[in-house]
């Protein structure tokens, strides 16, 4: 079965970084685009970011964009969230999801992981 | 991008019908097909109910149904049931290759 697994979560201080995992097992990673989505305590959900099934393409959330990078390792199965330069307002649980259709980008989140923390606080 | 707008609750009795709306723009809910509902219960991950507008899932039960018209998406969920008590999120393709989830939905189940 389907199973994403994130970690890499924590608490960190305003300005510095965090890379964020996201094992997959249960199918064929490299077949399916990835996202990252995230969601402040209390809050609704916010997307964040998208890769190709094959990392070509990358496009991001305005409230990211320079400071995230998503890439993937199709021969670890893993997709990752670097995050630098953190803020208060990064603080989330950050779910990785997965495609519902192969090779393809339409934000269909067929898939999600247990999520994992990050608190920015200093 | 500015969060497409639901309604913050919706209520209703064992077995009746609720719909919640998404209302966004031409350049997401409008301009695609790429619209999708979540659910969520708390402390939970969000599960899909409906993508491509109205299409379910395999395993998501046929009380759940969804329809778009103009900038405006809707998920009905008909035979209310105790277990349908949670947040319900849109979400939609935007013509900026990103995505915008809605302000989610809390539905209670009197």
């Known amino acids: 079965q389907v199973q994403l697994v994130e970690s890499g979560g924590g608490v960190v201080q305003p300005g510095r970084s965090l890379r964020l995992s996201c094992a997959a097992s249960?199918?064929?990673?490299?077949?399916?685009?990835m996202h990252w989505v995230r969601q402040a305590p209390g809050e609704g959900l916010e997307w964040v970011a998208v890769?190709?099934?094959?990392?070509?393409?990358?496009y991001y959330a305005d409230s990211v964009k320079g400071r995230f990078t998503i890439s993937r390792d199709n021969s670890k199965n893993t997709l990752y969230l670097q995050m630098n330069s953190l803020t208060v307002e990064d603080t989330a649980v950050y779910y990785c999801?997965?495609?519902?259709?192969?090779?393809?980008?339409?934000?269909?989140?067929?898939?999600w992981g247990q999520g994992t923390l990050v608190a920015v606080s200093s | 991008q500015s969060a497409l707008t639901q309604p913050a609750s919706v209520s209703g009795s064992p077995g009746q019908s609720i719909t919640i709306s998404c209302t966004g723009t031409?350049?997401?809910?409008?301009?695609?097909?790429?619209v999708s509902w979540f659910q969520q219960h708390p402390g939970k991950a969000p599960k899909l109910m409906i993508y491509?507008?109205?299409d379910r899932p395999s395993g998501v039960s046929n009380r759940f149904s969804g329809s778009k018209s103009g900038n405006t998406a809707s998920l009905t969920i008909s035979g209310l049931q105790a277990e349908d008590e949670a947040d319900y999120y849109c979400?939609?393709?935007?013509?900026?290759?990103?995505?915008?989830f809605g302000t989610g939905t809390k539905v209670t189940v009197l």
């Open positions: 999801a997965r495609e519902g259709i192969r090779w393809r980008i339409v934000g269909y989140f067929e898939y």
């Open positions: 249960g199918f064929t990673f490299r077949s399916y685009a």
């Open positions: 890769i190709s099934y094959d990392g070509s393409n990358k």
């Open positions: 031409s350049s997401d809910v409008g301009g695609y097909h790429y």
């Open positions: 491509e507008v109205n």
């Open positions: 979400s939609s393709y935007t013509s900026s290759n990103t995505y915008v």
